[in-house]
């Protein structure tokens, strides 16, 4: 879709929210487009962006506001996302990486069961702190501001319980992306590659058994309405996570001045990392919460199930390191595990 399609489409699309749009200032320097695939009331939107928005608008003294446009409000699929920013039809995205699958291979290490398995804000931090060296050449079309990871993927199932592999063998397990179909595969299950949003229609018509996926979105699909169970390993350990990034528009990027700049870095910092690694754990906690109090049954694996998960799931790590020899695939699973262990 060209520039100008997507901004007729904009003005005919979900208003970025009231606060961010008029709280401060009347006439800021710079209105910046931020697009993303999920609604306004999830936990990227409303506990990350919003506060995020706020944020820059008032450390930038009203120079900067950000409209944020929830739901693909300004056209195109979540896929597109990447392009889209690349191609400056909109100035920020926020994607996950495994909906374009081929595009980022060096920041999908982060995904991999065993590697991340409990620990978001390590593992934002781990990813910040191997980008100049291994992962920044996935993201020269734009300026990434960060990349995270949400609580990591858990399961989710509409009808049967699950507490060994045996338990997960011949079903249809939703993905998000090329790591989750190895995990899945690995599981004896059939994956489903599909966005999130789609979610709940495939588990209400059968088309999957269950998903791959944190808690925090249980309430924003009304999950806990199509499913029976929750499964996660003891400690709040996942199968693996999913990776997004946040990326900005290289022109725009540097059309900007210095210091406005410098009040993104600020923003995108260390310090930031861990904030929102907080919030997607407490969104998760939550969310787990109100699926037991709906009737749903919350299951943790003792130590022995989650060891078994995980000897069925170490050779994902060891497919993914022998696909990747151009990316010295050892070399990326060594460095992630020592960087998310430096901050664990």
């Avoid at 446009?69 to 300004?74: C, F």
């Avoid at 195109?76 to 100035?91: C, E, I, K, M, N």
């Avoid at 725009?252 to 754990?281: E, M, P, Q, T, Y």
């Amino acid at each position: 879709m060209k520039r100008r399609e997507f901004l007729a489409a904009a003005g005919a699309g979900i208003a970025a929210p009231a606060f961010v749009r008029n709280a401060f200032g009347q006439n800021p320097e710079v209105v910046l487009k931020l697009h993303h695939f999920l609604g306004p009331t999830t936990t990227g939107q409303a506990k990350m962006f919003e506060p995020w928005a706020k944020s820059i608008l008032e450390d930038s003294g009203g120079r900067v506001k950000i409209d944020i446009y929830p739901s693909m409000s300004l056209g195109g699929s979540p896929p597109q996302l990447f392009r889209q920013v690349a191609d400056g039809v909109v100035d920020i995205i926020w994607m996950v990486n495994g909906y374009a699958p081929g595009l980022f291979p060096r920041s999908e290490v982060f995904e991999l069961p065993t590697i991340f398995t409990n620990d978001i804000a390590a593992t934002n931090l781990a990813m910040r702190d191997m980008f100049a060296d291994y992962l920044a050449p996935e993201y020269e079309a734009v300026h990434l501001l960060y990349n995270h990871v949400h609580a990591g993927q858990a399961l989710s199932m509409a009808k049967d319980p699950v507490h060994s592999i045996a338990d997960t063998q011949g079903k249809k397990l939703r993905v998000p992306g090329p790591t989750g179909n190895e995990v899945v595969k690995a599981m004896g299950a059939t994956p489903i590659t599909m966005p999130v949003p789609d979610l709940p229609q495939a588990l209400a018509t059968n088309v999957v058994d269950g998903a791959l996926i944190p808690w925090e979105i249980i309430p924003t699909l009304q999950l806990q309405d199509v499913t029976q169970y929750q499964i996660e390993g003891p400690n709040k350990n996942r199968f693996g996570t999913t990776t997004f990034q946040v990326s900005m528009n290289k022109d725009r990027w540097n059309s900007l001045d210095d210091d406005l700049k410098a009040v993104f870095d600020k923003n995108c910092d260390a310090d930031w990392l861990r904030h929102i690694g907080d919030v997607w754990r407490a969104a998760d906690d939550a969310a787990i919460q109100g699926a037991v109090d709906a009737g749903n049954e919350y299951i943790v694996l003792s130590d022995a199930e989650m060891a078994g998960f995980n000897d069925a799931l170490a050779p994902v790590v060891d497919k993914w390191i022998a696909d990747h020899p151009d990316l010295d695939g050892r070399g990326l699973v060594d460095a992630a595990r020592a960087a998310i262990a430096k901050y664990s």
